[in-house]
Structures are given as structure tokens and as C-alpha cells.
């Protein structure tokens, strides 16, 4: 029997490139020590943020490997074909890849009609014998799902481990899900929702947010003191928050924001993401500068 995934922070792991490009194990390996240090009770990786459709089987196996081996702290693989018979040889060769194996495998709903898209999850299951997590993302699935059909596709699922709903808004999507499943239900999109989509029900932050800690300080902050404890929190970091959640140059500013912490060493994104543009430049200066000193790092 498959365990659900633990409530709390799962941080999105972003793929480091070099200047040619190359994957940066090295600085992987650096940014799975600092998420784990800013308090983060999980990983993600090869999910969107992480940019898995532009990496290459050998370069996604070695990103698998690497953080299967750089911390103890659970993980989950995202899966980036489409396909079934694809989402299931990816599967297989990434498990075949890990010393470790992942808590998870990331699946986003590949169908509208539930009992088709459960159909798929359970082959996934079955190839690998690891639990799933469903990740309802539109925007790059390209399949749109009412609430009901994901409750529906989930209790088809009893393998299934978690729910990432980011369908806007996320808020009243997690509230629909989180009274009727027996998963943990998380959102995601930066981060950006997190204060309305906990109000809601959620289990949690599983974004990929330029400071982790701030999201975990999030978290304790709503688990102590609720709403307005947890705003209280939140509230200065958001701007930065919306402004890494822009479409198409919002993963190239936060992996910018990355660079500038220390985490990574470069901020380069692969196409079909767009680079930071140099006017943009001087707004992450303002941003950055306006943050809370002690915390900005």
C-alpha cells in the first residue's frame, strides 16, 4: 500500500544549466542542501519548473539520481510525456536511474474522461508499483477537468498519494477536493495563492518559490496562528511572489533570484522559456531590494 505524502512545504527544484547550457550538478546538488535547509519536508523534481520537457533522457536520469542521493528528505519525479505508453517507459527508466527510490510519481491528468485517465494512472502503477500523485495543470496539459471529475479520478485511483490542483482558482478548486478526498490536496503556481488555498483546505505549499524558508515560515505561521498570522508572514514577500509567477519570464527570475542568493550558479533557461529580458533588470532590483533584510538572502 502506497503512503500519502506528508503534509507541509515540497519545494519545486529548479534544473541549473551552465553557460552552455549543460546541466549544473554541482549546483543540483547545492540547491537541494539549501531547500532542505530552509525548512522544506520534501522535494520535487523534473517537474515544470525544473524543466524537464527540454531535458534529454541521459540529463533527466542523472537530475533523478543526484538528488536521490544528496538528501533523505522524500521526493518526488515528475513525469513529462504525455503519451501512456511514454509516461510508463519514462517511469521505468527514471526508477531504473535512482539509488533511492522517489515517494511519488507526478502525473498530470492526461484525459478529460475519468475512468480513461484512471485507466493510464493505474498501467503507471502497475509498471512501477509507486504511489502517484495527480497533478491537475491545464495549462500545460492541456486537459481541462471540472472539480468533480478530479474527485471522481482520484477515488478511481487508490494508489494515488496526493493531488496538485492548479487550476485557477486554486482556492476554491482545493476547497472543493480537499472535504471529499482522502489525499493530501496541495496548490502550486508560485506560491501565489498559498494564504486563500490554505484557508481552503490545502495540505501545504508544492511550488517552486525563489525562498523557500518564506513559504515554511508560512506554513507554522498558519499551523500557530491561523490566517492572520500567516498574512502577517507572507504579506511582504508576495509582490516578489507575483512577480516570479509571470508567464513565460517568470522561471528565468527566479532562477535569477537563485543566482543571486547563492543557490545556483547560473540563471540560464532552456527554450521554449523566455531568458530574463534587461528590462526587467532594474524591477527585480526594486523587488529584491524591498524585502525584509534579515530574510533576503
Known sequence: MNTVLAHGLWGVLATPFDEHLDIDLESLRNEVASFSGDGCDGLVALGVFGEAASLEPAEAD???QTVATATDLP??????ERDPDAVVAQAQRLLGAVSRPPAALMAQIGDANPAVAAESLRRLHD???IGVLIQDYPVVSGV?????QVVALVRACPFAVGVKSETPPTSAAIAHLAPRLDVPVFGGLGGVGLLD??????????????HPAVLAAVLRAYRDGGFAAAREVFAPWLPLA???GQLRVGLAIRKEVLRRRGV??????????MPLPASLVGLLDQHLATLPHHASR
Open 264 to 273: 545556483i550558479a547560473g540563471s540560464r533557461v532552456r527554450r521554449p522559456a
Open 62 to 64: 542523472a537530475v533523478a
Open 144 to 148: 481541462s477537468v471540472t472539480d468533480e
Open 197 to 210: 488555498e490554505l484557508a481552503a483546505g490545502s495540505a501545504g505549499a508544492m511550488t517552486g518559490f525563489s
Open 127 to 129: 509498471a512501477t508499483g
Open 242 to 244: 507575483n512577480f516570479e
Open 75 to 80: 521526493y518526488v519525479l515528475g513525469l513529462s
